[in-house]
């Protein structure tokens, strides 16, 4: 009773991301416009009962990805304030992501 799930771990935008083909997965921003194909590096690949995390072998493989479009991360806000001295200071932050979607996993 071995089921054929397939999925790998990728590394992406300094983060390590589980995907499968077909997921749509949000990562920090990559160059490139919608549409166009990008490679990730996998640092496992999960094949059913085989799992692959030889170096060797996953640099012969490589997981396809399309950008699906740009998005924005929540706002954070960054107040400073040191009482009695009249010091404030108010900033804030939204990280520039992409959204893309795995295509092959291979």
């Known amino acids: 009773m071995s089921s054929q799930v397939v999925y790998a771990i990728v590394k992406a935008g300094g983060r390590q991301e589980k995907v499968s083909v077909g997921d749509v997965v949000v990562v920090d921003k990559l160059a490139g416009e919608v549409g ?17 995390t030889a170096p060797a072998d996953l640099a012969k493989s490589s997981v396809k990805a399309e950008i699906v479009g740009d998005e924005k991360g929540p706002k954070i806000n960054i107040l400073k304030f040191k009482n009695k001295t ?17 295509t092959a996993i291979g």
């Not at 404030?88 to 992409?98: F, I, N, P, S, Y």
Request: hydrophobic share 40%; glycine share 8%; charged share 30%.
């Open 86 to 102: 009249g010091y404030r200071k108010r900033q804030g932050h939204r990280a520039k992501l992409t959204a893309i979607k795995v």
């Open 36 to 52: 166009d194909e990008v490679s990730l590096a996998p640092v496992m690949l999960v094949d059913g009962d085989k799992v692959t």
